[in-house]
Nanobody, 118 residues
Framework: QVQLVESGGGSVQAGGSLRLSCAAS????????MGWYRQAPGKQRELVAV???????NYSDSVKGRFTISRTNAKNTVYLQMNSLKPEDTAVYYC????????????WGQGTQVTVSS
């Protein structure tokens, strides 16, 4: 079965950095769209960043200039480099991969906690 496994979450002080990784296994297909969502307590899950197999990227306004998404297509792996972290970035971060777009024939990871302290 297809499985997405996130890693790299943890606790960091404001202004620090973390790099999240998500590796897809159990499939021979390349996901055209891979990305990251996050959900803070009491808030709706939101799209943070997405990247296509061709390298096109989109970011939420709140993370532009601070976060960078990248991928290695051969391994269906996606990364999120998070710099200049702010307390409002605190959330559970979820990896998502779609065969066409981010929400088509898609799979979710289990989530990894990111906590940014003041």
């Amino acid at each position: 079965q297809v499985q997405l496994v996130e890693s790299g979450g943890g606790s960091v002080q404001a202004g620090g950095s973390l790099r999240l990784s998500c590796a897809a296994s159990g499939t021979i297909f390349r996901f055209n769209a891979m990305g990251w969502y996050r959900q803070a307590p009491g808030k709706q899950r939101e799209l943070v960043a997405v990247i296509s197999s061709g390298g096109s990227t989109n970011y939420s306004d709140s993370v532009k200039g601070r976060f960078t998404i990248s991928r290695t297509n051969a391994k269906n792996t996606v990364y999120l480099q998070m710099n200049s972290l702010k307390p409002e970035d605190t959330a559970v971060y979820y990896c998502r991969a779609g065969l066409w777009d981010i929400a088509t024939n898609s799979y979710w990871g289990q989530g990894t906690q990111v906590t940014v302290s003041s």
